[in-house]
């Protein structure tokens, strides 16, 4: 029987093809979605995906392939193979002002110089070009061999997904399953991909014996006998690349089974001559797919016979062609020709690859051709010609704003730089200068402990020079200039990670780097002003303000514009407790200057800071308009979706402050998610701290794990985690964990680093003073004193009374200390002007959620004393707020103060009552629960867990029957019928 072409054999998949059709109808009518194509190697996700292409209800179809080497520097493969095509098809035109899109496609012309801005950009381009291209009819997009992908690609496809909203594009990407070996990268981003709202899995099965019997039949030309089915069914396991290799052979019935798919894809190739079989090889070490212009080359046969021979590779149907060269037709054919290879045909192949791209190669721009050369140089033993590619390509990485690959390009570099003796010569640079370069690249990831390590390690050359502490300036007149720059550069990059981390040393780092630089270094002003920004993280505002002068008057006499914009930005910040007038306007004047000299990080770093200063000041309102105008300039520039999210976490946070705590929850929910984890972590941060107000701790817990799983505590900031950590303890203190919490606590408050102290510390004493409350409260009425909890409280009055009376730290630091304070009083009547005052400030601000505290302390502090009168009000006018706001946490506060001190509780909200929802109080938290006591509370609690009332009468320490009231009451207090409905009332309020 003579067989088909096996491209126009296709069987079975008609799920997954309807499953394709109907995702892509979705997204012409919904907006953007994603489909992730899985299965094992040669189940038919390509073909599959091909199928559907020719039938895709989207009017634009574009593919795009990540090849085998792209981990080894070729940077958003896949997409700028579809992007190309897009540009071809007229979705954008060459020079129309893409700027940051040239990086992938050099046809539309020279892309900008390089900036810390380009990466978010380029992503933003990328995005705006595919909404484009989706208009009127859609576009699916399709990703091949995403288990190849690069770091970059990565990223860009984990952007997209978060932020092509109402866009009509479908994204179609095949993953190998099988290839997802423990280390894969895809092992821990598959699982977030899956969680995203526009994302679905479908995962390919094998073939049934039926589609195995069709597919035989239509590759054969005719129907095979039973018995042969049977026999390619279980042999192929219904893979239908197997099923193809089996029909290969000539007797089925009695040729052996293969030792491997390996042997079951190389018989087919036997019949070829040996020509046509080394261009096979040859094509195999460029991966699955290869170009024309490059396979020739490196093939060297006369144009005749090299045309015969890839003619007899596509009939044997080893080879497709394409536009431009040629794909095999499975990847595992290219895998299993390459590791047929003999080790000396390998590294002779490898080495012709590398003299054919070192030479040039007519439609490959140099950086691809730079970072393919790296990978051949490299497998063929060609130290020195892997160096200087591996370098090259790196500073192309770089300028395509790829700085996953130049990092995992440079690493190659210092890999080989000890086996290549004239390392420095080859390339131009010192081995400092690389060290640095790479710690550039990881502080670019948001990794500034690798950075660290880089610049440390290139610092250690120069051990002889650098003492404990500053270098001694006569030092700098005995360093060689050359090694001074070096040594500056490297104490300066080594200072940003150290920085970065809030690590000690990072003052003393760029005061050496100031030390040795020559004087007139242009990185003078630039170290300068980066010490000053030091010192006013640390609160140092004095010589923050000192040091930021003088680096904005070295800035202006370089005619370093960039400097000036950040040195004016940092005095500001330094500026803002003393002066805040003048401080707002240092921040202002750094913005419009950096705005004006286009330089994007630190104008929208600027508008940060002003924003945090106006809130800092209790001016709420304005805070909410700079940072909603802050959001618009981001969609300005061209990087809302990569830079947006720090406003969108400010302006929620502005909005929870201010007591608009559904709202902010409302933003950050339905906001997508942002491109930097640590802006994400940030936002879960958020949220934890929503949940705690609306006294949910199962919610805070939820949200504090998501913290954790978008950034590691090794790897960010300690300062980062001291929130979240008191977080931590409050809900372990919720959870009955006293001493455990206590002690957190009580460490964290001693500890002696440069953020424990003005208005930082002081807001974290509030928040640690509140842990302590609660435990306080938790204990009262025990058998005996808690050490761990006393022991908290001294510690807090010790770091509360280091503050002064909170002078200098602005309005927020000196409500925050005076909240602490309140707290840590305890239930005594004395220091009560202190929390009238405290009350007054509050009053007079817009913090209205700070106010609900500062009225239950005083409240606190006058019942035991005796002055019912004075704080009766107080515990109905945080009452009334609570429920206006949805905080359950201080809703239930004050219900049981008034529980306990036999005041009446107020009537129940009616449908309409501010903060109460249809649904039972999902947006006001414990609302429709304010009119229940705190006992019966606790018996809804365990209702709601599904207990007895058995059961709660043992955990309660009462009876079944004082039970069964308690539920009754709770039944006719929330207007319910059943313990059903009172549980999920109790759900939807936040109640645990």
């Not at 090849?67 to 095509?85: I, N, S, Y």
């Not at 945090?612 to 061209?638: D, K, P, T, W």
């Not at 879960?684 to 805070?700: C, Y």
């Amino acid at each position: 029987m003579d067989r088909t072409d096996r491209e126009s054999v296709f069987v079975g998949r008609e799920a997954e093809l309807a499953a394709l059709r109907d995702d892509a109808r979705r997204a012409l009518r919904d907006g953007a979605t994603a489909v992730l194509v899985a299965g094992e190697a040669g189940v038919g996700k390509s073909r599959l995906v091909r199928e559907y292409a020719a039938g895709s209800p989207m009017s634009r179809t574009v593919v795009g392939g990540c090849p085998e080497l792209g981990v080894d520097g070729l940077p958003f493969a896949p997409f700028a193979t579809a992007l190309r095509r897009l540009v071809r098809d007229g979705a954008v035109e060459p020079g129309s002002g893409t700027g940051e899109l040239a990086r992938l496609l050099p046809e539309l012309g020279a892309a900008p110089e390089a900036s810390g801005g380009g990466r978010a950009r380029l992503f933003e381009e990328v995005l705006v070009l595919l909404e484009r291209a989706a208009e009127p009819g859609g576009l699916t997009l399709v990703l091949e061999d995403l288990h190849w992908s690069d770091a970059s690609t990565r990223d860009l496809l984990v952007f997209l997904l978060g932020n092509l909203d109402a866009a009509r594009v479908q994204l179609v990407a095949t993953v190998r399953t099988d290839d997802l070996h423990r280390t894969h990268p895809l092992r821990r981003l598959l699982p977030e991909l899956e969680r995203l709202d526009p994302v679905t899995r479908l995962d390919l099965a094998p073939l049934s014996r039926d589609e195995v019997a069709d597919q035989a039949a239509a590759l054969r030309g005719g129907a095979l006998a039973p018995g042969d089915v049977d026999l390619v069914y279980q042999r192929s396991g219904g893979n239908p690349l197997f099923v193809e290799s089996f029909l290969d052979q000539p007797d089925l019935a009695g040729a052996p089974v293969p030792a491997g798919p390996r042997e079951m894809l190389l018989g087919a190739l036997r019949p070829l001559d040996q020509t046509a079989l080394s261009v096979l090889k040859a094509a195999s070490l460029a991966g699955d797919r290869v170009d024309h212009v490059l396979l020739e080359a490196v093939c060297e046969l006369p144009a005749d016979r090299f045309d015969a021979a890839v003619r007899a590779a596509v009939d044997a149907n080893a080879l497709h062609p394409l536009a431009e060269g040629y794909r095999f037709r499975h990847a595992l054919l290219a895998e299993a020709v390459q590791e047929d290879l003999l080790p000396g045909e390998r590294i002779r192949l490898h080495r012709r690859y590398a003299d054919v791209l070192a030479a040039g190669v007519p439609g490959i721009d140099g950086g691809s051709a730079a970072a393919m050369l790296a990978h051949h140089a490299y497998a063929a033993h060609d130290l020195p010609r892997a160096l200087e590619s591996a370098w090259r390509a790196a500073e192309a990485a770089g300028r395509a704003a790829a700085a996953p690959e130049r990092l995992a390009l440079l690493d190659r570099v210092l890999e080989l730089w000890e086996q290549v003796p004239d390392a420095a010569e080859r390339i131009g640079r010192f081995h400092a200068e690389v060290l640095r370069a790479a710690s550039e690249a990881a502080k670019a990831l948001d990794n500034p402990r690798r950075a660290y390590d880089y610049a440390d390690t290139g610092l250690q050359a120069y051990t002889r020079w650098l003492g404990t502490g500053m270098c001694p300036v006569r030092a700098s007149r005995e360093i060689p200039e050359q090694d001074a720059v070096a040594m500056g550069m490297l104490l300066y990059a080594r200072g940003q990670a150290a920085r970065e981390m809030s690590w000690d040393g990072a003052l003393e780092d760029f005061g050496e780097a100031l030390t040795v630089l020559p004087d007139r270094h242009p990185m003078r002003p630039a170290v300068t002003a980066a010490m000053a920004a030091t010192l006013a993280v640390r609160g140092h505002d004095e010589e923050a303000d000192r040091t930021a002068v003088v680096a904005l008057l070295r800035a202006r006499a370089a005619g370093d514009v960039h400097t000036e914009a950040d040195a004016l930005i940092t005095l500001g910040g330094a500026r803002s407790n003393a002066d805040r007038e003048l401080a707002l306007d240092s921040l202002r004047q750094g913005t419009e200057l950096a705005r004006s000299s286009g330089d994007m990080p630190t104008e929208l770093r600027g508008l940060n800071n002003t924003a945090a200063a106006l809130s800092h000041a209790g001016r709420i309102a304005e805070a909410v308009q700079l940072n909603r105008a802050a959001l618009e300039r981001a969609a300005e520039l061209g990087v809302s979706r990569t830079r947006g999210g720090g406003f969108l976490n400010g302006l929620a946070l502005v909005l929870l402050n201010s007591g608009k705590v559904g709202e902010a929850a409302t933003l950050l929910r339905n906001a997508p998610p942002a491109a930097n984890p640590r802006t994400q972590g940030r936002r879960h941060d958020l949220l934890a701290q929503i949940e705690q107000v609306r006294g949910s701790v199962s919610g805070t817990a939820r949200e504090l794990d998501a913290v954790y799983r978008c950034y590691p505590a090794e790897s960010v900031a300690e300062i980062e985690f001291v929130g979240v950590r008191l977080l931590r303890a409050w809900v372990d203190a919720e959870q009955g964990k006293r001493a455990r919490a206590a002690e957190a606590v009580t460490a964290l408050m001693r500890q002696e680093r440069p953020w424990m102290r003005g208005f930082r510390l002081a807001m974290w004493l509030f928040h640690a003073a509140e842990v302590w409350q609660l435990l306080d409260d938790a204990g009262r009425g025990s058998a005996g004193p808690d050490e761990a909890v006393d022991r908290l409280r001294e510690v807090l009055r010790e770091r509360a009374a280091s503050l002064g009376d909170g002078s200098g730290m602005g309005m927020f630091g000196g409500i925050s200390l005076g909240l602490a304070q309140g707290i840590i009083g305890g239930r005594t009547g004395e220091d009560d002007a202190q929390r009238r005052r405290t009350i007054g400030r509050l009053r007079s601000s817009e913090l209205r959620l700070w106010l609900l505290p500062a009225l239950l302390c005083r409240a606190r502090s006058l019942l035991p004393a005796g002055a019912r009168e004075q704080a009766e009000p107080l515990v109905l006018e945080a009452h009334a707020l609570a429920a206006e706001m949805g905080a359950g946490r201080y809703l239930r506060d004050a219900v049981r103060l008034m529980e306990e001190y036999g005041m009446a509780l107020p009537a129940p909200p009616g449908p309409e009552a501010p903060g109460v929802s249809e649904q039972g109080g999902a947006e006001s938290g414990a609302g429709p629960l304010a009119v229940l006591t705190p006992r019966e509370l606790d018996v809804l609690r365990l209702v709601a867990r599904g207990r007895t009332n058995r059961e709660i009468a043992a955990e309660l320490v009462i009876s079944a029957k004082t039970v069964s009231v308690h539920v009754s009451n709770v039944l006719a207090k929330l207007g319910v019928s059943n313990r059903n409905a009172a549980a999920l009332k109790a759900r939807d309020s936040g109640l645990e």
